[in-house]
């Protein structure tokens, strides 16, 4: 079976072993056939990889990419008359998407799907030579890194049903690596600090959150969050 790793640095592994593409845009070519869960028409193919290149070159170039990347992978690229695609390939950012648009998925297949998050999208290699490729990587990391915050609250929740509110936090501090201005990950970790015996954490969270506010956006905490706030240092605090 064949496996590609796109949340972090790339990875291409058949049968647990690393495949070794030697030129960039091969590399890339794969990638984004991975990426996308529908076979790719071969015009489109040219125009994104090829865009400088007339007709006649890029086809060349095309079919020149496709005979070195056939005497890699075999049947699993799949070329028919006008599409490319990869036969049963495991794409790690499918299973994320996949696993967390399951609801009430279990706890452990919870933390399981977060992992496949290492780090951003295609993170460390880029295309200087194709602004096209890094324009596409770059949106699908803005939307690759946001799926996390929604898992990573649910996981926050369950521990916090289990009163494990320290698991809790740590996870809630992780959403919060994602969006630090994420006004309601923000209460969530003061309310999950004080039910964890944090109060002088709490306190200061707040504060460093009210500084980080005004600082980027010239804004104060919503009222909602103030009057979190208000209930801690009053000892009011359900």
Not at 48 to 64: E, G, P, V, Y
Request: overall charge negative.
């Amino acid at each position: 079976m064949l496996s590609i790793r796109l949340l972090g640095a790339p990875h291409i592994a058949y049968a647990e072993h690393l495949v070794a593409i030697s030129r960039r845009k091969s590399r890339a070519l794969i990638y984004y056939l991975a990426a996308h869960s529908t076979p790719l028409t071969l015009d489109h193919l040219l125009t994104f990889f090829w865009l400088d290149a007339d007709r006649q070159a890029a086809q060349q170039n095309l079919r020149t990419t496709l005979y070195r990347l056939r005497k890699i992978f075999g049947e699993l690229l799949c070329v028919n008359e006008d599409t490319l695609s990869l036969h049963t390939t495991i794409v790690d950012t499918r299973v994320f998407t996949a696993q967390l648009a399951v609801p009430n998925l279990a706890l452990a297949e919870l933390q399981a799907t977060l992992a496949l998050y290492q780090d951003d999208f295609l993170n460390g290699f880029t295309m200087s030579d194709l602004p096209e490729f890094d324009d596409w990587a770059s949106r699908q990391r803005t939307h690759y890194c946001r799926l996390p915050l929604t898992g990573l609250a649910r996981l926050s929740r369950r521990y916090e049903a289990q009163q494990a509110y320290r698991h809790a936090l740590t996870v809630s501090d992780r959403a919060l690596a994602f969006e630090l201005l994420h006004e309601d990950l923000q209460s969530d970790a003061l309310r999950l600090q004080i039910l964890a015996g944090d109060c002088a954490g709490a306190i200061r969270g707040y504060a460093s959150f009210r500084q980080l506010l005004a600082v980027e956006l010239g804004m104060a905490p919503m009222a909602e969050t103030q009057a979190l706030y208000d209930a801690i240092i009053t000892g009011h605090f359900p």
